[in-house]
């Protein structure tokens, strides 16, 4: 089955003194890239998210956003007291040795400015709040893949639908094959009438000549190879593992065997017929581009 690449999936895990969610998207790309939002408390385990990632999404633009609410914070900023003391004592003899009057208040309000009077405590990385945040992450990439799963199958009912169109357009060809070839054949003898004498005309030669311009106009083989590609798609898309790749490839030669078609058409309703199918592909082609 046909499985996509856009896919979305989230979880939340609440802890002691925090609310943690985790949140991973994707969208189409010709190979796996991987972006990360992960606060700096779990930065060390960026390359086991990344690893999980890998190992289970296979393609896609992928990106994985940790985000934390907390009752306390990832950093905690606290006054560093014993330089605001030193601040103060130093300004205060400065104000008793140049003789000028400082209020408390604002010379605190002064120190607080100055470098180094708030410091910053971060918290310690807990294993065990690790271990349920990345289970988390897991429950968020199992949801991913069950959204791109739905998606898949959207995309395969609607794909297949196309391919089966094209089949339905190849069967209405032969219905008009054989007047094609009348209409050519008559359209030759006229020509030739128009410009030699009919007694100048080698017959042997003349039916040679015939045989060899139609069989440039038969369509025979491309009808086969196109029922086949068509066919081969099919089944191809039923393998278990991801084909979206092998399935443009697919695509690519149906499109081959349908401008071959076109160009040996030579009559009005197999071209329009030519148009149809071309339309179908091109669409199979821009859902192809969102298959993993």
Not at 9 to 27: D, F, Y
Not at 206 to 229: C, G, P, S, W
Request: aromatic share 8%; charged share 30%; proline share 2%.
């Amino acid at each position: 089955m046909l499985i996509s690449m856009t896919g979305f999936g989230k979880a939340t895990i609440e802890l002691e003194n925090k609310k943690v969610s985790i949140e991973i998207k994707s969208l189409n790309s010709k190979q796996l890239d991987i972006f990360t939002r992960i606060p700096n408390l779990y930065k060390e385990k960026d390359l086991v998210l990344r690893n999980d990632i890998k190992k289970q999404l296979e393609r896609g633009k992928v990106e994985l956003s940790i985000f934390i609410e907390s009752v306390g914070a990832e950093k905690e900023t606290k006054i560093n007291q014993p330089i605001v003391e030193a601040y103060y004592r130093q300004l205060q003899e400065l104000s008793e040795k140049l003789n000028i009057s400082i209020d408390n208040e604002p010379l605190l309000s002064t120190i607080i400015k100055l470098p180094d009077t708030l410091k910053v405590e971060y918290q310690a990385f807990d294993e065990n709040e690790w271990e349920l945040i990345h289970k988390g992450a897991q429950e968020a990439i199992a949801e991913l893949i069950k959204f791109r799963t739905q998606e898949g199958t959207a995309l395969e009912e609607d794909i297949f639908s196309r391919i089966y169109n094209i089949e339905n357009l190849l069967a209405q060809v032969p219905q008009f094959e054989e007047d094609r070839i009348n209409t050519i054949k008559t359209r030759i003898n006229d020509n030739l009438n128009e410009f030699v004498e009919k007694q100048h005309i080698d017959k042997n030669r003349f039916e040679q000549e015939m045989i060899y311009y139609l069989e440039k106009f038969d369509v025979t083989e491309e009808k086969v190879r196109l029922a086949n590609h068509c066919k081969y798609f099919i089944e191809t898309a039923h393998i278990n593992e991801a084909i979206g790749k092998k399935l443009g490839f697919i695509a690519q030669e149906i499109g081959r065997e349908i401008n071959t078609l076109g160009s040996k058409a030579n009559d009005t309703n197999l071209q329009k017929i030519v148009i149809q199918m071309k339309d179908e592909l091109e669409k199979i082609k821009e859902q192809l581009l969102n298959v993993l």
